[in-house]
């Protein structure tokens, strides 16, 4: 990794300092209508880091593909409970769907193929963009950071998403495709904050699968114009341990802690502290 990468130092940010509570927790939509870009490997690792700094943290499977709980060792086809029903039944307690997984203060609410109806029965739901807020409402205080990861597209789910947050992070691969849908996204983003959530913010673009590559340079290049200092000072490199700890069910900071990518990845949980976008 360069040092100089983006023109700034690599590593800058000091470790953060223990909590003596927990609560309440900054919800961050981790958004990209893009597929493939690390939506969720970075929800996963982010929130593996910020456990490694005392933070206790939620990730809410939001995409119907379920791989935040695969990722996390949840078979998701097996469980009664989902994210999916906990939006649907007014009557159940959200905490009965979280499931709490073998590492220390991290756990997830699961997702499976049920979700895919939920874009077609919000149509007719009351307050159809505040279902998810609604869920989350009651499991703020006991939380640091509630990470919801996104399913690829701008439809329902993502505006609820995006509504019961307060700030997005989007992944951008370091590949020429991997931009184009971005202006897209953000008008979206634009569109919540005007009209249901104003006080949503961007927190970061986060370039991921960056190779030492010219294609890879110039794509960096690009993102830094157009995005300037909300650009993460951390690039997540590719990797073949990621995968691997995908394989494993486990952050890549728990799977392979001395690892490249698990500095990285702890150096973007440095920087969210350091910034104030987590406590």
């Known amino acids: 990794m360069p040092t100089d990468l983006l023109g700034r130092d690599y590593e800058t940010f000091p ?3 223990a ?3 927990h609560g309440p927790a900054t919800i961050i939509a981790m958004c990209n209508q893009k597929g493939g870009v690390g939506k969720t490997t970075s929800s996963i690792n982010i929130a593996g880091a910020l456990t490694n700094f005392g933070r206790k943290v939620l990730i809410v499977d939001f995409d119907p593909q379920g791989a935040s709980s695969v990722g996390l060792g949840i078979n998701a086809n097996s469980v009664d409970n989902t994210i999916y029903t906990a939006m649907f039944n ?3 307690d959200p ?7 073998r590492f220390p203060d991290l756990d997830i609410i699961p997702a499976n193929i049920d979700l895919s109806a939920a874009e077609v029965q919000l149509v007719t739901e009351v307050g159809r ?3 998810l807020a609604g869920v989350l409402r009651p499991l703020r205080d006991e939380y640091d950071v509630i990470i919801i990861d996104c399913q690829p597209s701008l439809g329902l789910l993502t505006v609820n998403a995006l509504t019961a947050a307060d700030g997005v992070i989007i992944p951008v691969a370091a590949e020429f495709f991997a931009l184009r849908g971005v202006a897209l996204l953000m008008q979206s983003i634009e569109k919540v904050k005007s009209r249901i959530n104003p006080g949503l913010e961007v927190y970061g673009v986060l370039v991921t699968m960056y190779t030492r590559t010219l294609h890879s340079e110039e794509v960096l290049d690009r993102i830094y114009e157009a995005f300037q200092d909300k650009v993460f000072h951390t690039v997540i490199t590719r990797s073949i341990k990621l995968p691997d700890a995908t394989i494993a069910a486990a952050p890549i900071t728990m799977y392979a802690p001395q690892h490249k990518t698990a500095k990285e990845y702890r150096e973007v949980a440095r920087e969210l502290v350091a910034r104030g976008v987590v406590a």
Do not use: F, K
């Open 90 to 92: 007014m009557s159940m």
């Open 19 to 21: 909590l003596d509570h």
């Open 15 to 17: 470790a953060p300092e």
């Open 95 to 101: 905490h009965a769907v979280i499931h709490h997984t």
């Open 129 to 131: 963009e505040q279902v």
